[in-house]
Structure formats: C-alpha cells, structure tokens
C-alpha cells in the first residue's frame, strides 16, 4: 500500500519545521512526502532544500510565486503517481501520535466508502456520530478539513483535483466534500480520545496578519469567495460542469523551475463564471437568488 503526503509551504518557516521534523520522526508506517513552496522568502525554501538532501522520502518543489493552496496542493498530487491514498497536511499541523498514519490507513481500507478522511482538529467540527461494527468512532461530517485530508485512489478518480478556481485561499475544501458525497462517498472524522494532531495556525503567537489579509481579500473576491463557490454547486448540480474537476493551470517543468499556463480546457469554465458573477445575486440567507437563476436559465 502507497501513500503519498503532500504540504504546501508559504513563510511561516517555524510552522513548517514543526510539521515537517514531526512527521519525519514521529510518523510510523511507510510514506512518500512533496513539499511544494509557493515562493517563500523567509528562510523556508534554504531549510526545506538542506532537509530534502538528507531525507530520501521527501522531493521538493520550489514556485517563484504564490500559486495558491490549490494549485501546489495539486502540483504535490502530481508525485503520488500510482499511490492508494494522498494525503493533503497542513504546514501548521503537528504529529502528536505515531500511528496517527496507521489508523486513518485501517480505517480507509475497512471502509471504502469513506473520504475524504480526517481527523477533528477543533470542537466547532462537529457531525453524526458513528461507531463501526469493530467498535470504531468516527464522525460524518459535511466538510473533511484540508488540514488533514486523506484522498483514496478510486475516490481521486472520479473526482480529479482541487478546484484551482478559488484563488490563494479559498472554499476547494468545502467543495471536493461536496463532490465526494455526490459519488457516493462520505467524508468522516476519525475519533481518537487524546489528539492525533494538533493545529497551531490560529494560535496567537503564530497569527500573521498579512496572511489573514490575505486570505480574508481571496475568500471575497467575486470569482474566489462565496459566490464562486455556492456557483460552482450549482453548475455542478445542473450539469454544467463535471463532478471531476479539471486543472485551471497546466504545470511544466524545466530544470526546477515551474511555469503555469491556462488550461485551454478550463476557460470555458472562467467565461461562464464571469457572467455569471455579474448576473447573480446571494440573498439574506446566503444562497444564490432564484430570479436572476431564472432569469439566466432562459437566456
């Protein structure tokens, strides 16, 4: 059984040693790791390069710009090949336990229906208790957080990749969720009585205003944020778009460095989007008005 582990990296460079060296010494089980750094300038890209030369299970790839979580999450992906499962993890996130790799693993491979898989990271991530014939607790969740978010192979396969459409920061989380459980799949939270991983991004001492700047102005822009995203279900759920999702950006390679370019398959999809962003409306309850939907149906 393969499993690849992807992380995306952007600053923070204490965050990162604190994810990488746990999950390099804490982690039991046999894995693949790829470090994307989406043009660091802190001191991340030197230690992640002095790190990758003397760790044989880790490859790294450095961009010259920010991409988005999405785009190097998905560069990452590129690396897992034929593995069972991908794992997306967080540069925040800290091993704690060392069989955390285990257990998700059995979990996954006892039940094929579930993913993307997790684990509970904050109470607020609440869902529909389970517990499993071998006595297992998990919990059903409507989102799998990508902090720590294990993908299957068959559900990969039907669903693509993360949507690249949502900026630096955005809703890919929420959303490949949603597409799991349009196939069949049940996103969950693994239950574990002392923490698996532990969070830290939201901890006051590692608050960095820029990024949240940052994230705050993608998850609001008319073709990232919310409207984006309550768009894309329902162009899903009409379907105007495919539940397997194409790349907005097409990576090439040479001699370590990165260029990205439109995906010609996927500007189909950006002309859509535009329109409608201008045409459509969210109403008071946060959903998309049903007149100008009408309206735009007809036309």
């Known amino acids: 059984m393969q499993v690849h582990i992807g992380i995306v ?18 982690t039991q089980g046999d894995f693949t790791c790829t470090v994307v750094d989406n043009g660091s300038c802190d001191g991340t890209v030197e230690y ?16 010259s710009r920010n991409m988005g979580v999405s785009v190097a999450s998905n560069l990452a992906w590129d690396a ?15 091993i704690v336990d060392p ?13 094929p229906s579930f993913g993307p898989l997790g684990y509970q990271l904050y ?19 409507p989102c799998c957080n990508g902090a720590c978010a294990c993908i299957p192979r068959a559900l990969h396969e039907q669903l693509g990749f993360w949507n690249e459409g949502y900026g630096v920061y955005g809703y890919e989380d929420l959303e490949y969720s949603w597409r799991a ?27 960095d205003p820029r990024q949240e700047a940052i994230k705050k102005t993608s998850r609001t ?3 990232q944020g919310t409207k984006a995203y309550l768009l894309h279900l329902f162009l899903f759920e009409q ?9 907005k950006y097409l990576p090439s390679e040479d001699h370590g460095s990165y260029r990205f370019t439109l995906n010609p398959r996927y500007k189909t999809i950006q002309r859509l989007l535009k329109e409608l962003v201008q045409r459509v409306e969210i109403t008071q309850d946060g959903d998309l008005s049903r007149l100008d939907l009408r309206a735009w149906q007809r036309s």
């Open 9 to 26: 990296t952007w600053n923070r460079l204490a965050l990162t040693k604190r994810c990488l060296e746990s999950l390099l010494t804490k």
């Open 48 to 63: 992640l390069s002095q790190r990758a030369q003397c760790t044989p299970k880790l490859t790294l790839r450095l961009l």
């Open 80 to 94: 897992a090949k034929t593995a069972d499962f991908f794992i997306k993890l967080d540069n925040d996130v800290e």
């Open 99 to 111: 069989l955390w790799l285990c257990r998700l693993l059995q979990l996954a491979n006892n039940q």
């Open 123 to 141: 109470a607020k991530h609440t869902g529909a208790e389970k517990r499993l014939a071998d006595g297992t607790r998990v919990l059903e969740v």
């Open 181 to 207: 459980l349009r196939v069949g799949f049940t996103p969950v939270y693994l239950h574990c009585e002392t923490p698996a991983l532990l969070h830290h991004g939201e901890e006051p001492e590692y608050w």
């Open 221 to 223: 822009a008319p073709l």
């Open 239 to 247: 379907g105007l778009l495919p539940l397997k999702m194409v790349r």
